[in-house]
T-cell receptor, first 115, second 112 residues
Framework: GAGVSQTPSNKVTEKGKYVELRCDPISGHTALYWYRQSLGQGPEFLIYFQGTGAADDSGLPNDRFFAVRPEGSVSTLKIQRTERGDSAVYLC?????????????FGPGTRLTVT | QKEVEQDPGPLSVPEGAIVSLNCTYSNSAFQYFMWYRQYSRKGPELLMYTYSSGNKEDGRFTAQVDKSSKYISLFIRDSQPSDSATYLCAIGKETSGSRLTFGEGTQLTVNP
């Protein structure tokens, strides 16, 4: 079956602009996670959803970052007033159900470059 | 101190070698352990998932967990050039809603 998909694969934006990154999880997976990976580092947790609600957003670096999952499937990560330090690969993962099924399956990521 | 420590390498081995990749962690509350493989410019791919201390084998891969020492390992037997990638350990705890904490990854090159 189809895996996790993310769009766009690459995004270049100017400092101060707004961006949206989209994640489409594996069908039937109720838990969805966002991570950020800087060059040479492992992924760092940002936020996760169980269903439509954000169950843990403690990894979001500041209030410029926001994520939604209005229908419990597709999620959008939104970044306002982008800064050069936001440049990274943004990874989305999904699992069957948080706190029960721990295996997370990742998408290919969106490479964000802020100039 | 980082919650998960992983030697970033790089590690270079000849084809057919046995590879040992390792991570240590600091918090005994961590309960489940995963290894991911990440090819350049791709997303992480789940290789192994273990929950208890001991060994788990899958083909050429063996994951080993020692909770008393807070030490996890991944062994790759008969390594192949196609194994060349970055290997990430990831750990989690039931109270954290399945969020994973990753090591920084070990870059492995298997030379033909």
């Amino acid at each position: 079956g189809a895996g996790v998909s993310q769009t766009p694969s690459n995004k270049v934006t100017e400092k101060g602009k707004y961006v949206e990154l989209r994640c489409d999880p594996i069908s039937g997976h109720t838990a969805l996670y966002w991570y950020r990976q800087s060059l040479g580092q492992g992924p760092e947790f940002l936020i996760y959803f169980q269903g439509t609600g954000a169950a843990d957003d403690s990894g979001l670096p500041n209030d410029r970052f926001f994520a939604v999952r209005p229908e419990g499937s597709v999620s959008t990560l939104k970044i306002q007033r982008t800064e050069r330090g936001d440049s990274a690969v943004y990874l989305c993962a999904s699992s069957l159900e948080a706190d029960i099924n721990y295996e997370q399956y990742f998408g290919p990521g969106t490479r964000l470059t802020v100039t | 101190q980082k919650e998960v420590e992983q030697d970033p390498g790089p590690l270079s081995v000849p084809e057919g070698a046995i590879v040992s990749l390792n991570c240590t962690y600091s918090n005994s509350a961590f309960q489940y352990f995963m290894w991911y493989r990440q090819y350049s410019r791709k997303g992480p791919e789940l290789l192994m998932y273990t929950y208890s201390s001991g060994n788990k084998e899958d083909g050429r891969f063996t994951a080993q967990v020692d909770k008393s020492s807070k030490y996890i390992s991944l062994f790759i037997r008969d390594s192949q050039p196609s194994d060349s990638a970055t290997y990430l350990c990831a750990i989690g705890k039931e109270t954290s809603g399945s969020r994973l904490t990753f090591g920084e990854g070990t870059q492995l090159t298997v030379n033909p």
